[in-house]
């Protein structure tokens, strides 16, 4: 995330309010409020010092260098366990193309390879059928469902929980994306 991203992103966030409020943490402040370009500095100076304690690895999905969207492996756990959890979004506009699921696999191949990991886990409503279908396509196992797992939009939400492990795919998350690619 890029310190000049700030207009751009409260622009595609404000955009896209009802293409992602359904999926998005509840907060106390209105959406308008919690994507101005403000909201951005400060989230970014969170995701900032969480990704150099090593505790977040955030990246952000661009389309001919425009931003389109963010892709983020957060609540790292090192020790035994090594392992973190996926999140993303892309812009309403750039869906349907592949974009978020590259954008995945190349986030998962990192976490997997540079930086150590061997769990990923990937919690999703049961009502995101077009966020189950691509950690599916992934290679992402369901694992089994968390009741009442989250504070999402106004309420405590069922989540279905994906997890993949650094041995699943021995050729990578972006082999599998590229072997399923359509081919022109």
């Known amino acids: 995330m890029r310190r000049g991203d700030a207009a751009e ?3 595609l966030r404000l955009a896209n309010e009802s293409w992602l409020r359904p999926w998005e943490p509840s907060a106390g402040v209105a959406w308008s409020v919690r994507h101005t370009p403000a909201a951005y500095r400060a989230m970014r100076r969170s995701v900032t010092r969480r990704a150099r304690s090593g505790s977040s690895l955030p990246f952000a999905v661009r389309m001919e260098g425009r931003l389109a969207g963010q892709v983020t492996v957060d609540n790292v756990v090192r020790g035994a366990l090594r392992s973190g959890s996926l999140g993303y979004w892309i812009d309403r ?3 349907g193309r592949g974009m978020a699921s590259l954008a995945v696999a190349l986030v998962c191949d990192h976490a997997f390879g540079a930086a150590g990991l061997h769990r990923l886990q990937a919690d999703i409503r049961p009502e995101n059928l077009p966020s189950q279908r691509l950690v599916e396509r992934l290679g992402f196992r369901r694992e089994g469902l968390l009741r009442r797992y989250l504070d999402i939009d106004g309420d405590w939400r069922d989540h279905l929980s994906y ?9 990578g998350v972006l082999g ?3 072997s399923l690619a359509p081919r022109s």
């Open 9 to 11: 992103w409260s622009r």
């Open 163 to 171: 997890a993949l492990l650094a041995e699943d795919l021995p050729g």
């Open 176 to 178: 599998r994306w590229l």
């Open 93 to 95: 506009g750039a869906a």
